[in-house]
Nanobody, 129 residues
């Protein structure tokens, strides 16, 4: 079974940093792409960033470009999301997701969660002002 385990959330002050991890199992890591979505209070789930594990291509939403960095450690089947210069607007549950290349990139760009087949549980990021 495909399993995605997200971790690394917590409470941080404005301007601080956190690194989220998404540990994947149950599938051939290189065959999939991994994305991060988030859902803030009273908001829908939105695509944040994604990475093609096989070739390292990445995508970032405009709201996080220049502040967040997605990376993968293929030896550990883990994807990371380094989040810097955090603001209260980044407060949300962060979810990692996995699927084949085209669906996950389209899903992240359009925030169409119905395109994604596999989800991990959320990890809460709270940024205080």
């Amino acid at each position: 079974d495909v399993q995605l385990q997200a971790s690394g959330g917590g409470l941080v002050q404005t301007g601080g940093s956190l690194r989220l991890s998404c540990a994947a199992s149950g599938f051939t890591f290189d065959d999939y792409s991994i994305a991060w979505f988030r859902q803030g209070p009273g908001k829908g789930r939105e695509g944040v960033s994604c990475i093609s594990v096989s070739d390292g291509n990445t995508y970032y939403a405009d709201s996080v470009k220049g502040r967040f960095t997605i990376s993968s450690d293929n030896a550990k089947n883990t994807v990371y999301l380094q989040m810097n210069s955090l603001t209260p607007e980044d407060t949300a549950y962060y979810y990692c997701a996995a699927d084949r290349l085209n669906p996950i990139f389209e899903a992240t760009m359009t925030s169409d969660v119905h395109l994604v087949n596999y989800w991990g549980q959320g990890t809460l990021v709270t940024v205080s002002s």
